[in-house]
Nanobody, 120 residues
């Protein structure tokens, strides 16, 4: 069971990027999912979360610019990032609460991270 994040890259300020996070493996169910970001030397911080029912929560710094969504049938989560700023430059990680098919409990899984760089 693993998460695979993709979609990062280098863009100019004001442009958009769409990140994707795909869960794979023998999974029974996925609860909450979320995107986090981390700059070198800093703590990882929450960007946005989404419940299995679609309720969302955003960091104040991205409200109105970023949109989190998920496709439960595809076990995939997205982060649409618009009006990007240089301050959004970070490594973005996805996280999911996953119950494996052969497990009794939910466990937190992290993706490998994808670099987002926004130039001014």
């Amino acid at each position: 069971v693993q998460l695979q994040a993709s979609g990062g890259g280098l863009v100019q300020a004001g442009k958009s990027l769409r990140l994707a996070c795909v869960a794979s493996g023998d999974i029974f169910n996925i609860n909450d999912m979320g995107w986090y970001r981390q700059a070198a030397g800093y703590q990882r911080e929450l960007v946005a979360t989404i419940t299995s029912g679609g309720w969302t929560n955003y960091a104040d710094s991205v409200k109105g610019r970023f949109t989190i969504s998920r496709d439960n049938a595809k076990m995939t989560m997205y982060l649409q990032m618009n009006s990007l700023k240089p301050d959004d430059t970070d490594v973005y990680y996805c996280k999911a609460e996953v119950k494996p098919a052969n497990g009794k409990f939910y466990e937190d899984l992290w993706g490998q991270g994808t670099q987002v760089t926004v130039s001014s």
